[in-house]
Each structure stands twice: as structure tokens, then as C-alpha cells.
């Protein structure tokens, strides 16, 4: 194995997040518009090409890998990408993960176990019909459901992932954390941040600080902080009565860049060293170039070499500040 991955603030680099596709089935109002225009397809890197600089990255240190979008399930051939990737569990790799919107998994769920998936993070931001159709715009509750109850039934640990959204869902908070518990899944909260220009005065009426969440949680449970932390963006406490694990990711009230572990890939090969900063280095050139991998791995160096400190997105004015200009599913949320 080659030395580790080691950025200019002693952060070991370990956590590649992979966007496959820009692509999706949903259109949810705050991650896209609804008339998206997608990139080319010949822009996008091959799955041969994701494996081979998922590789890289796993021989240079990286020890978990999330595959996200777009929706990942729904790039064509996806399944050989995960079947390559899973075959580095054991040789660097320790875990292989997966983002998704749930509405292929009643199609993939054992496939993806079959790969060593063990865990995935579904996204699920209410618990009613009507208003899933109206926050996904094409999406069906229904076949979300569906797919989730097929990972549980290959064995896969869910986890929920649900923006909080300002006259949303604050409502559904306690049916959330209700229907986690009985169902058995883990819950993340994720505060909404300002990537892509949907408009400015549409973002902050988005805007649901977690504070009040964990305020409103407190009202009803008895909150525990725990220090755990994964490298992540996500704190989680503890709700004593159930002994749920519940998480919140607030990139905008508490910043959590100083553990950031992660880099992103783009479909297109482009690596972000940060989710909310423009900067970014192409990967494509570099591997269409060169049949071995040296002049990739050193453009990999490179670009960890100049990984920022940190984000800079910043409401606090009640002014959207910091805001970058990709959609999440062009960096993969
Ligand atoms: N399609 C998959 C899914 O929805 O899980 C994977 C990609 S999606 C971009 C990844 C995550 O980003 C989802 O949990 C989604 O809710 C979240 N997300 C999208 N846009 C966001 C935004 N503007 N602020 C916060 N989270 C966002
Ligand atoms: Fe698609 Fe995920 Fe974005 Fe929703 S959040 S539009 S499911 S990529």
C-alpha cells in the first residue's frame, strides 16, 4: 500500500463519497428543480473508470467508500461497480455503503448485501403520501416503503436520513422518531444547506435550525449527548426513554470541518475536497491519459495537499453566505 492520505491540517484522508450519476427518479424541491438539465453522457467516467479510481483511493489509505448521486440506483449497470468494489472489502477497504433515495432497492436490496453492503442510509423526509409526492416531486411513498422493508429483509441496517424543513416536517417529528423505533432504524436530521441556485428567499424559508429540533426532542425525552463521533458531519444523542440513537448534522449552526476525513468524486471525476468550496481538481484527465495509475495517484496528492479547512456556509446574517453553486447531486450529498 502506498502512504496514507494526509491533508495540510494533519487530517488523515479515509472516506471517499462517490457520486455515480447526476441523475435521478426524484426531484425533491430542495436538492433539484424540477426541469434539471443533466450532463452529457459522454461526460460522465465509465464504471470501469469509478473502479479504478475508487481503487486508487482504497491502495492510498481510504477505508470507507459511500456510493451516492443523483440517485445510484438507477445508473445502468450499477451492480458490477458495487460487485468491483466489494472485492476490496478485506484489502484496505472496511466498509462499502450506499445513499439512496430507496426506490430500486425492492430490485437491489440482496444484491447489494451480496456485495458486503451491510449498512445504507435511506432518505425519508415524511411519513405522508401526499406530502412525499409533493417534497420528491415524482417520488411514491409507497415504493419507498417497499424498498425499505426488502433491506430489511436481505439484513441490511437502515438508517434515515430526513432534512429538517421549516413548515414541513416540524410537525412530523415524534411520528419520525416513533416510527424509527418500532421499525428499527437508525434517524439522522440534516439541516438544509445552500447548495444550488434555487433562489435565496426560497432557502432560508427552508431553513429549520436543529437547535430547535433537539429543543422540541427535549420537550418529550430525556436527551443524552454522546461523544461518539464517525469523522462526520453528523453529533448524535441518545433519547434515554427509547435509548434511540439519534443523529444531527448542522453544518450551518455548528461547524465539523475541523474532523472532515472526506473527499468527494463526482460522475464526471472531479475530486472536491470540500462540500461547501468551488475549488476542485480533474481526476478524468490524468486517468484518460495513462494507462497505469501514477499520474492519478499524483494528482490525488495533490489535491489533498490543498484541501481547505473549511466550509464557509454562514445564514446567520438571514442572508444565504457561502453558497455554492453545484447542486448536491452533482458533488453526492
Ligand atoms: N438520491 C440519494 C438520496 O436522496 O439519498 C442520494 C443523493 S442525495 C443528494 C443525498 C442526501 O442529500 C439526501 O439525504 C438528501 O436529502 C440530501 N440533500 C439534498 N439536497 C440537500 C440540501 N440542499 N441540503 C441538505 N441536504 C440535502
Ligand atoms: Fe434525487 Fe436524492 Fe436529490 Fe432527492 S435528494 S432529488 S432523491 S438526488
Redesign the pocket.
Known sequence: MTPALIDPFARAISYLRVSVTDR?????AY??TEHMTFLPKAELLSLEELERVCTAFVRMGVEKLRIT???PLVRKGIMSFFEAMGLQIGRGLKELTVTT?GSQLRKYAQALADCGVRRINV?LDTLDAMKFAEI?RW?RLAQVLDGIAAAQEAGLKVKINAVALKGFNEDELFPLVDWCAREGHDLTFIEVMPMGDMGEAQRIDQYWSLDDLRARLAERFTLTDLPERTGGPARYLRLEETGQKIGLITPLTHNFCESCNRVRLTCTGELYMCLGQEDMADLRAPLRANPDDAALEAAIRAAIARKPKGHAFDYSRKTVSGQVSRH??HTG?
Open positions: 435521478c427518479d426524484f426531484r425533491c436538492c433539484m448521486g443523483g440517485e433515495n432518505s420528491t417520488g448536491m447531486s450529498g
